[in-house]
């Protein structure tokens, strides 16, 4: 009996800890989405004034010429993206994005070429026969992110200068319902084509007046682009570690929900055998003195 007693007591001890520690998790968590959320929505407002630049600029005479077509004849090159995740306790974070990817890649015909931001990802995607030629680390901070972004479009660049890309996709996990705290999304970034255009050009201008690039128009509209690129990329990585923590967010409220269940059991089970050793005692007290 007092050995069940004490391993009972045991068990109650490693629960405590473990849930100390789910609590800690779950609090780093909750503050890491806030962090990331807040980014998120200081980029909105930035890429719809960037957005709003390039509306300017376009509407300039010559400028939609500067953005010369694809070639038709030349075989299509895909650049792929891929955000993932090299964190644990976040579920099939990854497995969800790679099978997402694979099927909305499926349809495009000619080479892909994968870029995969974290060594699990990579993993997910050569499940899916889509094996990344190169592997980014996962930021874990804001700055983190602008460092990530910059080699992307380095490498993103140098490809598109060698021909090897025509156009490029991105895939992350945005923030979801309150049901689903997260799910996959894509974004076609390049090539900036007629249909692209044509979606920009349909915001209009929010106020009555004409737009007019100050300077030089071309050297503006370029700047814009790149703007445009920074941005894309750098929303889509806040997204993903939003989503990421939580994903996190999540598992740890449900880890906290089992261990407060079984912390109730093991006690309620604690004080019903010690209980049981109690009575045991007294009666044999009450024995030993009715014998006497």
């Not at 800890?17 to 962090?35: E, F, G, H, N």
């Not at 075989?75 to 993206?81: E, W």
């Not at 700055?143 to 890309?165: D, F, M, P």
Request: net charge negative; charged share 20%; aromatic share 6%.
């Amino acid at each position: 009996m007092s050995d069940s007693i004490d391993a009972l007591r045991r068990r109650i001890d490693g629960a405590g800890d473990l849930q100390a520690v789910v609590r800690t998790m779950k609090a780093l968590a909750a503050s890491s989405i806030r962090q990331y959320e807040r980014a998120v929505e200081s980029l909105e407002v930035y890429y719809h004034t960037v957005e709003m630049g390039l509306v300017a600029c376009l509407r300039q005479p010559g400028m939609v010429q500067l953005l010369a077509p694809p070639n038709p004849h030349v075989k299509v090159h895909t650049g792929v993206i891929v955000f993932g995740s090299d964190q644990g306790l976040i579920g099939q974070f990854n497995d969800v994005l790679a099978a997402y990817a694979a099927h909305s890649l499926a349809g495009l015909p000619g080479d892909k070429q994968v870029w995969a931001v974290g060594e699990r990802m990579r993993d997910r995607l050569a499940d899916q026969s889509l094996p990344p030629c190169d592997v980014f680390n996962t930021p874990n901070s804001l700055s983190g992110i602008t460092v990530l972004v910059g080699q992307i479009l380095l490498a993103t660049e140098n490809c598109r200068a060698r021909g090897e890309i025509s156009q490029i996709y991105l895939f992350h996990n945005r923030p979801g319902t309150s049901a689903d705290q997260y799910q996959p999304a894509s974004q076609r970034l390049l090539p900036l084509d007629a249909p692209w255009r044509q979606a920009l050009m349909q915001q209009g201008w929010p106020t009555n007046k004409l737009p007019e690039a100050l300077g030089s128009a071309e050297t503006t509209l370029w700047a814009l682009i790149r703007e445009y690129l920074f941005v894309s990329l750098y929303r889509a990585c806040a997204e993903s570690l939003a989503s990421e923590n939580a994903s996190r967010l999540a598992a740890m409220q449900r880890a906290e929900k089992n261990i407060d269940e079984m912390l109730d059991e093991l006690t309620h089970t604690y004080h019903h055998l010690r209980q049981e050793s109690i009575d045991a005692e007294l009666f044999d007290v009450v024995t030993g003195f009715t014998a006497v």
